[in-house]
């Protein structure tokens, strides 16, 4: 059996506070295995104090080899932090290291440069998709996600043949290449991205229940669920981590008025992605939170045979289908309290307080990746996955 204990945040030890040429970053951890993309955040009030007049297009940031890095520097609610609306807001640094299975530290340089960066190849990626009925769209280098907003929630028009659902589930897009596919297959159309031609496809079935990680607030034998996302908000777009945020408006969970934040954080270089829910009541309570996993994730040519393993804090399955490939969907849910199911949904539990960030992880993988050829790699994957969020890594921030 599996256990997991979140260990939440970096520390950022500022060792002097002197201008200087050069910013030194040193990146430790205690996890006696690989992180491969480990995702390095500094605050970006750390380099402008120790780099004046550092701006964002026009660093370096170079490993212990010399060799330079893409980069990035969010620039998250401007309006909120520059009144001015002049846009400048500056969040944080990011760039990403493959830690070897022996290496536990390593050493990174930040300069000025005299010339601006070129762009970097965007591996993470969010956007709203309003040409398909309100889609909410994002992917990584390895996976990709959508979900569903209010344009498909609307009732037909008399005589249309308009789609309707209602749902807040959880939809995935299994992709073949290391390429953004997302704008590439909406512009194919429905029809296409759900057969196979060449880049992967849409093998996933959402439908009314909580498909691959969606929330609902349990009773003991019912799930209440909210309907389609009702606004969006992106927060950082790549190249390296993108960061978004769905609004789902209040429902009635049993008489108790809920509404519902989602925000999500995809990285490069990783199947799973890290989302926070804040719950809101009128008054502060405790809610029995249940996220899920469709029981029937295949589409209807298909014949699955789905297993489900829970383990501490897990929630996984591994679907095997006669054609498309295989594939496996796991939550990792830190502190979780239990499982359930209703006639859709296998459940992982956990109680969250009103107005506090629960956060979670929700990963997915084919098995035509070549890294989860059957159930054991898939489970071996999220096992690694676990062991990586109890033993964060640690920066330190230093002038040379």
């Known amino acids: ?182 704008d590439r297959w909406y512009n194919k159309g429905h029809d296409h991205y759900h057969r196979e031609e060449g880049e992967g496809l849409d093998m996933y079935a959402v439908g009314r229940t909580r498909g691959a990680g969606g929330t609902g607030i349990w009773n003991g034998s019912r799930l209440f669920t909210s309907r389609n996302y009702s606004a969006w908000r992106v927060l950082a777009n790549g190249p390296i981590r993108a960061v978004f945020e769905l609004d789902y408006a209040q429902w009635d969970a049993q008489g108790v008025p809920v509404s519902e934040t989602k925000r999500f954080t995809v990285d490069a270089g990783h199947y799973f992605d890290t989302v926070e829910s804040t719950f809101s009541t009128p008054n502060p309570q405790e809610l029995n939170v249940a996220l899920g996993l469709n029981k029937k994730p295949a589409y209807a040519e298909q014949t699955p045979e789905v297993a489900t393993y829970r383990a501490p804090d897990t929630l996984m399955q591994w679907v095997r289908q006669r054609s498309a490939g295989d594939f496996g969907t796991a939550i990792v849910l830190p502190g979780a309290e239990g499982y359930a199911a209703d006639a859709d949904n296998e459940l992982i539990l956990v109680k969250a307080r009103t107005g506090q960030p629960l956060r979670y992880y929700l990963g997915a993988a084919a098995s035509w990746s070549g890294e989860f050829t059957a159930a054991p790699a898939w489970q071996a994957y999220v096992e690694a996955y676990r062991k990586r969020m109890t033993s964060p890594i640690h920066v330190e921030v230093g002038v040379q």
Do not use: C
């Open 1 to 182: 059996m599996w256990r997991a204990i979140f260990a939440a945040g970096l520390a950022v030890a500022a060792l002097g506070a002197e201008a200087a040429e050069r910013m030194v970053i040193t990146v430790r951890h205690e996890l006696k295995a690989a992180r491969p993309a480990e995702t390095i955040t500094v605050p970006w009030a750390e380099v402008a104090r120790r780099l004046p007049g550092a701006l964002m297009l026009q660093l370096a940031v170079r490993d212990a080899s010399g060799r330079l890095l893409p980069y990035q520097v969010t620039n998250v609610a401007p309006l909120a932090r520059d009144p001015k609306g002049a846009g400048i807001a500056y969040g944080e640094l990011i760039f990403q290291h493959d830690f070897a299975a022996d290496e536990q530290s390593a050493r990174f340089t930040v300069e000025r440069s005299a010339t601006v960066a070129p762009p970097f190849p965007v591996q993470a990626f969010a956007r709203y998709v309003p040409e398909r009925l309100d889609d909410f769209a994002w992917e990584n280098d390895k996976i990709g996600h959508r979900t569903y907003g209010p344009a498909l929630a609307e009732p037909a028009p008399p005589g249309s043949d308009k789609e309707v659902l209602v749902t807040s589930g959880l939809d995935i897009w299994f992709k073949r290449p290391s390429y953004l596919i997302v």
